[in-house]
């Protein structure tokens, strides 16, 4: 009698999981560090110690306790134990104290301390992630266990991301050109043909439709006086923020995530036009 053979699961959706866990927690990291800076700066100018993050080793801290305190949220959110979460946060901060400690010795020179961190920080987190590769090289879903603020948290996560990208805008806002206004409709049009959305001759039409509305704003801001281009581009960037929204909640032609990542991404964009420019 023949054994019947058990297919062995493929290693490649195995590295798959975990290539994705490390994507995932350095966009958390980043967008950690960019979201939470303002609030750092805005806490220590109230108490008077705006010029403190000058200093090469608070300023290391500050950049891992942010990543630390986002990538926790996103790992908690993914379902990841209070073990593999503190060995992660280990993996933040272990590297700057490393460079902190000859800095405080008058070995190690300051400014090399965040990007000096930086650099050992990628090795520390692979090192954690292969130590227990079994861990991350699988899929993950979200416990139903999870805090109602951390399944808040990660489930926005799209716009958190916008908010992060977009930051700049509140302090250097900029209209983009005119013609970028056409990539707007165009990803609808791309997302739909990959994902087969486009099949019902209705759902194309209004695609189209959009379209052929985004050229029409890209010529009249294209031969417009400056003032009257920005806002025609601003009420441009502002209806696609309406449009991503009703596709959101209709899970129609583009994936979740992307028509919440780009409703506020757009929003972002058109009221720092309006009220910066």
């Keep these: 009698m023949t054994l019947p053979l058990i297919a062995e699961p493929s290693a490649a959706p195995r590295w798959r999981h975990f290539f994705r866990h490390a994507v995932e927690m350095i966009v958390a990291m980043v967008v950690g560090m960019v979201l939470l800076a303002p609030i750092w700066n805005a806490v220590l100018t109230w108490l008077g110690l705006d010029q403190a993050l000058e200093r090469p080793d608070l300023a290391g801290l500050v950049a891992a306790t942010d990543m630390t305190v986002a990538m926790t949220v996103w790992m908690l959110y993914r379902g990841h134990g209070r073990a593999r979460i503190v060995e992660m946060g280990a993996a933040m ?13 008058g070995i190690f020179p300051g400014e090399h301390i965040l990007m000096g961190g930086h650099a050992l920080m990628m090795p520390a987190m692979a090192v954690a992630m292969l130590a227990h590769r079994g861990k991350y090289a699988r899929h993950h879903h979200r416990p139903h266990a999870v805090h109602p603020v951390i399944g808040v948290l990660g489930h926005r996560a799209p716009t958190w991301i916008a908010l992060a990208i977009t930051l700049d805008n509140w302090h250097s806002p900029f ?60 009420a441009g960037w502002g209806f696609h923020s309406v449009w991503d929204f009703a596709h959101h909640r209709a899970d129609a032609v583009v994936p979740r995530w992307w028509s919440e990542w780009c409703a506020v991404f757009d929003l972002v964009i058109a009221v720092t036009i309006v009220l910066f420019w």
């Design 175 to 234: 209209v983009p050109p005119p013609w970028a206004l056409l990539v707007l409709p165009a990803g609808y049009l791309f997302f739909g043909a990959v994902r087969g959305r486009l099949r019902d001759s209705r759902m194309l039409a209004l695609q189209l439709a959009g379209l052929a509305l985004y050229l029409v704003l890209a010529v009249i801001a294209a031969n417009a006086d400056p003032s009257t281009a920005a806002l025609v581009i601003a």
């Design 93 to 105: 901060f272990v590297p700057y104290l490393l460079l902190i400690v000859p800095y405080w010795l």
